[in-house]
């Protein structure tokens, strides 16, 4: 089984090369990073934000603390 290295964390992960293609997307078990293969041979992984790790996504609003 080969083996990848995550970008976030630097943990060693088995994964089953069959199941990853460019694109796909995965989590580290270690520290819960979103992943995408952005190389296939071989396997290399890319950290991503997730939707909500996105800093474009924060609530702008102020917060009223008042009410």
């Given at each position: 089984?080969?083996?990848?290295?995550?970008?976030?964390?630097?943990a060693s992960m088995g994964?089953?090369?069959?199941?990853?293609?460019?694109?796909?997307r995965l989590r580290c078990?270690?520290?819960?990073?979103?992943?995408?293969?952005?190389?296939?041979?071989?396997?290399?992984?890319?950290?991503?934000?997730?939707?909500?790790?996105?800093?474009?996504?924060?609530?702008d609003d102020p917060v009223?603390?008042?009410?």
């Amino acid at each position: 089984m080969p083996k990848v290295i995550c970008p976030a964390c630097e943990a060693s992960m088995g994964v089953g090369k069959s199941g990853l293609t460019l694109g796909s997307r995965l989590r580290c078990g270690e520290c819960g990073a979103l992943l995408e293969v952005i190389e296939d041979d071989p396997i290399e992984l890319e950290w991503i934000l997730d939707d909500e790790d996105d800093p474009s996504e924060a609530d702008d609003d102020p917060v009223d603390d008042d009410v």
